[in-house]
């Protein structure tokens, strides 16, 4: 039972990951002008990936204003998540399965 919960928030935080990733890209696609504005379809994908990762970037957004007009909150996003989040995940996964806080302190 253990084992799918935590199967389940890796599979969440992997799909976050990649949801951030098509939202990114789509704001260059939009922002180049390589996708068309005006195509309904596309720009309401684009909208719904907004109002996905908007909340958890415009909190990066407020402690790492804009570097030279690069919004670099994507990168530090998936970046915590990277060597923050799934290593916490993972090892508080061996600590129940194992009973011991020692995984913590090695």
């Known amino acids: 039972m253990i084992t799918a919960v935590f199967s389940l928030i890796m599979w969440v935080v992997q799909a ?15 922002g180049f002008g390589i996708v068309d504005w005006r195509n309904r379809t596309l720009w309401a994908v684009y909208e719904f990936l907004q109002k996905l990762t908007e909340p958890v970037l415009s909190q990066v957004r407020r402690v790492v204003p804009p570097f030279g007009g690069l919004d670099l909150s994507p990168l530090i ?12 995940i993972r090892y508080l996964y061996i600590a129940i399965l194992t009973g011991s806080t020692r995984v913590f302190f090695q």
């Open 16 to 30: 976050y990951v990649w949801i951030l990733l098509i939202a990114c890209l789509f704001s260059v696609l939009f």
């Open 77 to 88: 996003v998936l970046l915590a998540i990277q060597y923050l989040l799934m290593p916490f």
